[in-house]
């Protein structure tokens, strides 16, 4: 398919790269008319775009790898995993972080290799942590005290010495959206260094005979647009690194800042590229390192919204229109909270456009709302789009991190289809569920 500039389409940075304009006027992804997938597959559609994908994970790679050789991209899961997401990713030669048994479960279904899977978690179960080092995973980034000794049991129960992290809480604030700010002293998640909890940890970890710990691990929040934050909290974690040198004889492997890495989702927001977290945190942590004479750690880092984020367009279809004269109208299409309850829940922000109105040029203010049961269900509040008509496809932009993942069945409605597009072709990696999907755990009338 023949393909025109991208230079005529909006959104440069928030679509997938591969997003053009085709001869037919619509909005092609991957080479693909999304009409025509819209078409074949239903709506809602989510649609990855393979090329997109694979140049996040390289360029990952490779801006932190030109900073410091010794480090590693673990794709965050929880953003988004599927089976033909693991098994793309194993291919680029990504590390993984998994933070339940589920997402465990599909890794292994595809072979991903174990040792490049870290495990992470606030409450793992003893099962989980079976599952785990039954697989023979790599790492686990081990949360909290009472992790810790359960780890240990299992591990001595199966005859293993696990590799870990301890999770820190470095106490600095990001500034992001309260439900997705953890490195707060205020959080559930790890360690605390202020109050004395993280040196006990280390030393309770160097006592443990079944456990080794490698290394250190914080996550700040999500998304994070500054890098002020990931310098601070580096500095932090390596003070701390030397004097637990100093007092206990640990020795820092491996250090991981986490993800958080934020994304283009407005046209007059953008985001600092991969290469300005690079040179950050690398700088950051070799100037720390070399402050107190401590050897390079190897660096990991956990991107999930930065890798597939901007990789996905999520189509839907128009339907009602309802104009409230004065105030607001609402054009409703075929998904909404059960396909991506972002804004909803944080009220975010998204970038839409009108697949087979790319070109038009005249615009109305209008809201997009879902179809749930549920007055917050909009999922653009203050779109400028064409006029849209029932038919009408609309695709929403940066659709590929924690929509999907965080869907749910509200009003039982039917999960979306999911497809990879490529050179012009479109693989279908989930199919619609249907409403026997939907009945298919309950047990009625019982046995
Ligand atoms: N590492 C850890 C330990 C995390 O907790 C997270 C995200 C990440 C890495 C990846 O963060 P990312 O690079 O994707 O920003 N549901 C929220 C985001 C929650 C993030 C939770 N942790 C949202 O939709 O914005």
């Known amino acids: 398919m023949k393909k025109r500039s991208t230079a005529e389409l909006p959104l440069a940075g928030i679509l997938p790269l591969t997003a053009a304009v085709n001869d037919e006027g619509h909005l092609a992804i991957g080479g693909c008319d999304t009409l025509e997938l819209a078409r074949e597959f239903g709506t809602p559609l989510y649609v990855f775009d393979e090329e997109t994908l694979r140049h996040k994970c390289r360029e990952f790679r490779s801006e932190f790898r030109r900073r ?16 033909a997401l693991a098994a793309l ?13 589920g997402e465990l479960a599909i890794a292994r279904s595809v072979d991903f ?45 199966m005859g293993k010495r696990q590799p870990i992290l301890l999770r820190l809480s470095p106490n600095v604030d990001p500034h992001t959206h309260r439900h997705t700010t953890t490195g707060v002293l205020d959080s559930k998640f790890g360690f605390p ?8 940890a280390i030393k309770q970890a160097l006592s443990l005979p079944a456990v080794e710990l490698v290394g250190l691990h914080f996550h700040l929040g999500s998304p994070i647009p500054h890098m002020e934050p990931y310098q601070e909290a580096v500095q932090v974690v390596i003070d701390f690194a030397a004097q637990m040198a100093e007092r206990h004889g640990f020795r820092l492997s491996e250090l991981s800042p986490g993800g958080g890495f934020a ?8 985001a600092p590229a991969p290469a300005e977290y690079a040179a950050a945190i690398a700088s950051a942590l070799v100037g720390a390192c070399r402050a ?28 009602a229109r309802k104009e409230i004269p004065g105030v607001r109208t609402y054009v ?5 909270m059960g396909d991506n309850i972002r804004p909803a829940l944080y009220s975010a922000r998204y970038s839409a456009l009108v697949a087979n109105k790319v070109g038009e040029e005249e615009r109305e203010r209008v809201a997009i709302a879902g179809k749930f049961c549920e007055s917050g269900d909009v999922l653009v509040r203050d779109a400028d789009l064409p006029r849209l008509e029932a038919g009408d496809i609309l695709a929403m932009a940066a659709a590929g991190a924690y929509c999907l993942p965080m869907g749910s069945n509200y009003n039982a409605f039917l999960r979306p289809a999911i497809v990879m597009v490529r050179d012009g072709a479109a693989r279908l990696i989930r199919r619609r569920e249907t409403y026997e999907d939907l009945m298919r755990c309950e047990v009625w009338p019982s046995p």
């Open 332 to 336: 409703a299409v075929d998904g909404g």
């Open 292 to 319: 107190h004479s401590l050897p390079l750690p190897r660096l990991v880092i956990e991107p999930g919204r930065a890798i597939g984020g901007q990789a996905c367009v999520a189509l839907y279809k128009v339907g």
């Open 89 to 101: 990713l194993a291919e680029e030669e990504m590390d993984l972080e998994v933070v339940s048994g």
């Open 263 to 270: 994304i283009q989702y407005l046209e007059d927001i953008p």
């Open 193 to 200: 260094i202020v109050t004395g909890q993280a040196e006990a």
């Open 113 to 157: 290799p174990p040792q490049r899977v870290y495990f992470h978690g606030n409450n793992k179960s003893e099962e989980e942590l079976r599952e785990a080092l039954d697989y023979g995973i790599g790492h686990v980034v081990v949360d909290n005290p009472y992790e810790l000794e359960l780890l240990n049991q299992v591990a001595t129960s």
């Open 68 to 83: 410091h050789a010794d480090s590693g991209v673990s794709y965050a899961a929880k953003a988004y995993l599927g089976r």
